[in-house]
């Protein structure tokens, strides 16, 4: 089978599922030097760190293979659970990613930032964060369930999430939201707009908490909230050249804009071209792949799904 071409492999290589992605190509890697060379640069595109263990495993072979550092596009910390360890006395933590020269952007949890719940989460991964090495241009956060007072996160942990803490990194030029019903009013993509340029969000209403009666006109309700702030935004900050709110159905969108009519801002929101309302389901993974691919350079994140226009809506209103 290693007579077929290359570029034929590489091809076949791509279509690997996300989830199992790394362990089918490190094992495939190992079958010969063939299937090594093939694997290895597609292998180490997307590192996913799923336990702790993982970030100094890699930094002990990255420091082997400096070459290996340099194909590295996208770095996803999967877990809240997960952080850089520890560093020795004057190391910093930017030594672990600072060979990753060809970075094109992170994906982490809401856990990734602190917390009053839990302030020692994720300390190392906070620091690099605050200043790293390479400048992170692209981020993709997904939410995982932080709630305000009185209520749980997925895993039955209360939190309750001080929005003053949630600090986006210097540098930041695009930020991807994904599910961003969970994040209970907590961002402000405001924080960022001396550099943001470019925001992308992905609203999942409905899906999961079935069994929470509040659940759903909450998420509807902190749509609706990053919707006004992010129009504020955009109004008032000329960096900020595009915005995309993706929501799964054109009956959720209308849902949306009910309760911002009830609010009395939607002709306000309906009136800003740079923020864009779409329909389109990426279904489990899709969104995560489609900004990766934007963070590598496609732009197609930002033509996917059917527009749905605020001003059609608000005149079929009035």
């Known amino acids: 089978m290693a007579s077929l071409p290359p570029e034929l492999w590489l091809s076949i290589l791509q279509h690997f599922q996300p989830s199992t992605a790394t362990r089918s190509l490190a094992r495939l890697a190992q079958v010969s030097q063939f299937f090594n060379a093939l694997a290895t640069p597609v292998l180490y595109h997307t590192v996913r760190f799923r336990r702790t263990a993982q970030i100094q495993l890699f930094k002990n072979v990255i420091t082997v293979r400096p070459d ?16 850089i360890p520890p560093a020795p006395l004057r190391a910093r933590y930017q030594s672990f ?31 690099w964060l605050s200043n790293p090495t390479p400048v992170v241009r692209c981020m993709m956060l997904t939410y995982d369930g ?23 990194p210097p540098g930041l ?22 550099t943001l340029r470019n925001v992308s969000a992905r609203v999942v209403i409905g899906d999961v ?23 504020q935004d955009v109004q008032s900050e000329s960096q900020v050249s595009r915005a995309r709110i993706f929501f799964p159905s054109a009956a959720l969108v209308q849902e949306v804009y009910a309760k911002l ?47 749905e226009r605020s001003k059609s809506a608000l005149q079929s209103r009035n």
């Open 68 to 83: 290996l550092a340099a194909r590295v596009r996208i770095i996803v910390f999967s877990r809240d659970t997960v952080d």
């Open 97 to 127: 990613f600072e060979p990753c020269t060809a970075l094109r952007g992170i994906h982490i949890l809401d856990g990734h930032f602190p917390h009053p719940s839990n302030k020692e989460s994720a300390p190392g991964i906070r620091k």
């Open 146 to 168: 932080i709630w305000g007072p009185g209520t749980f996160s997925r895993s039955g942990v209360g939190r309750n999430v001080d929005p003053t803490l949630i600090k986006l």
């Open 173 to 194: 030029e695009t930020l991807h939201i994904e599910r961003l019903e969970y994040a209970d009013r907590q961002l402000d993509p405001g924080q960022a707009c001396d």
């Open 209 to 231: 908490y079935r069994g929470l009666l509040n659940f759903r006109s909450r998420a509807i309700e902190n749509a609706c909230w990053f919707l006004w702030v992010m129009c």
């Open 261 to 307: 009519d009830e609010h009395g801002v939607l002709q306000q929101i309906a009136g800003e071209e740079r923020v864009e309302i779409v329909v389109h389901d990426f279904g489990t993974e899709g969104y995560a792949q489609a900004v990766y691919a934007e963070m590598c350079g496609d732009n197609a994140l930002w033509s996917l799904g059917v527009p």
